[in-house]
């Protein structure tokens, strides 16, 4: 029972393969009952919480630190950044921070070495995580109530949208399967130096910038990990950045007594 809704990795895989089988479902159902609206709102609640849940608050804040913010944004972000189903702050993060340390080698828990799917479907290696970062982590209350209490909070938001109306609901899962193609597209197409992609900086690893995944994702891959704490990815004048302009209304440019980390 101890584990029943804590953001370990199981669960973690659970929670995504359920929101692609049941936003899979959902997507058929608003397109055989006409419902096409919902598929609009679906995708407008997809970009929100991609951007905020996922690049402002598990990626950029949790992961990074690359700012800092107040007490009430803080508890906000580590409560509601599971319903991006992309891992609690403390397994994102402790996930996120070991794959910079060993990028594209043999210990990076996303190396496209061990195969697509797992990659895709969150079965990653963390076998190689270092024990400060997990330690780090662990200090936070905040950071360790979500992830406590990971499955829960998707399913009490899940369950509220039920209770108000199903095809919120289903509209909640469809989002989920919009959010899961974006981490398969970042963890996948960034890695793999396909055509269409460029690269700013010659790093280490095979990470790449690409159009689709910069303006529509909202990740530009490889000035992210040439230089992981910027909170503003934008390099070029055509990388326009979407998750800085968020940062940019939440953000503390000092450490001053409202700062909080």
């Not at 990028?103 to 061990?114: A, F, I, V, Y």
């Not at 108000?164 to 890695?191: K, P, Q, S, W």
Request: hydrophobic fraction near 45%; proline fraction near 3%; charged fraction near 15%.
């Amino acid at each position: 029972m101890k584990n029943l809704f804590r953001g370990t990795s199981k669960n973690s895989q659970i929670v995504i393969v359920s929101q692609v089988i049941l936003g899979t479902l959902s997507g058929i159902y608003f397109l055989f009952t006409g419902a096409y609206s919902y598929i609009w709102y679906a995708f407008i609640m997809f970009f929100v919480f991609n951007h905020f849940f996922h690049n402002v608050a598990l990626h950029r804040y949790f992961s990074h630190k690359a700012f800092k913010t107040n007490k009430f944004w803080h508890i906000f972000m580590a409560m509601f950044s599971p319903l991006a189903s992309a891992g609690s702050p403390y397994g994102y993060a402790m996930a996120h921070r070991t794959h910079h340390m060993y990028s594209d080698g043999e210990k990076d828990p996303t190396n496209l070495n061990q195969g697509l799917l797992n990659v895709a479907f969150f079965r990653w290696n963390l076998k190689h995580v270092p024990l400060p970062i997990m330690r780090s982590l662990g200090n936070d209350k905040w950071i360790m109530l979500s992830h406590n209490y990971y499955v829960g909070i998707i399913l009490l938001f899940w369950l509220t949208l039920m209770i108000i109306d199903v095809r919120l609901a289903l509209m909640y899962n469809l989002a989920g399967l919009f959010m899961f193609f974006e981490y398969c597209v970042i963890n996948i197409v960034n890695h793999s130096g396909l055509p269409f992609s460029y690269r700013n900086h010659d790093t280490k690893d095979n990470t790449t910038n690409d159009l689709f995944t910069g303006l529509f994702c909202g990740d530009w891959h490889n000035n992210h990990h040439n230089k992981a704490t910027n909170w503003n990815q934008r390099e070029n004048w055509w990388e326009f950045d979407i998750p800085a302009q968020m940062i940019k209304m939440i953000k503390y440019d000092d450490a001053d007594d409202k700062a909080y980390n």
